[in-house]
T-cell receptor, first 110, second 119 residues
């Protein structure tokens, strides 16, 4: 079983729509959780950390459910520039050896 | 924010040649650097962890004699793919962890990646 699993998508949504997707992780000892954004053949960029109580950053909302071992990302009022692959990233040992999901592709159309 | 410079961004080489990829932290000192590989439509897979002045720690299944890592200073780590073959064609990316303290306290920063194509 993979450490981090994501629905690959793609999620095709119109501008202004809301899109949400989840990521599950296998190790219950996981300590830190992140969402990264990766554009085609470029480096991942940190979108936001995910906190236990859930957190919001502008149009992006992240949630953590430790009991069910999943995290989620919700994008409101989608923009064309939100089109990217979103990577779920988990740090288990707090030693910065990150485990990456394969990514969820989001395409926002005009 | 901090910058990690990785080059070359793209390499095309013949089978059997060796390729060196450099990863530099430009405005901070990196105690630890990580090397990843990403195949199309797959996740980044950690290959090895390198600490300045010591031998790299390789993940299971990664051949240390094929993927040579040198981390001679706090700002530079290199990955050399020795005797590259077509199956080594992939996107290689490094990340660097800033030292504790300061505005970039232990944050991770990624290089821009190197697309290696072995013919």
């Amino acid at each position: 079983r993979k450490e981090v699993e994501q629905d690959p998508g793609p999620f095709n949504v119109p501008e202004g729509a809301t899109v949400a997707f989840n990521c599950t992780y296998s190790n219950s000892a996981s300590q830190s959780f992140f969402w990264y954004r990766q554009d085609c053949r470029k480096e991942p960029k940190l979108l936001m950390s995910v906190y236990s109580s859930g957190n919001e950053d502008g149009r992006f909302t992240a949630q953590l459910n430790r009991a069910s071992q999943y995290i989620s990302l919700l994008i409101r009022d989608s923009k064309l520039s939100d089109s990217a692959t979103y990577l779920c990233v988990v740090n288990t040992l707090n030693d910065y050896k990150l485990s990456f999901g394969a990514g969820t592709t989001v395409t926002v159309r005009a | 924010g901090a910058v990690v410079s990785q080059h070359p961004s793209r390499v095309i080489c013949k089978s059997g040649t060796s390729v060196k990829i450099e990863c530099r932290s430009l405005d901070f000192q990196a105690t630890t650097m990580f090397w990843y590989r990403q195949f199309p439509k797959q996740s980044l897979m950690l290959m090895a962890t390198s600490n300045e002045g010591s031998k790299a720690t390789y993940e299971q299944g990664v051949e240390k004699d094929k993927f040579l890592i040198n981390h001679a200073s706090l700002t530079l780590s290199t990955l050399t793919v020795t005797s590259a073959h077509p199956e080594d064609s992939s996107f290689y990316i490094c990340s660097a962890r800033a030292q504790p303290g300061g505005t970039d306290n232990e944050k991770l920063f990624f290089g821009s990646g190197t697309q290696l194509s072995v013919l």
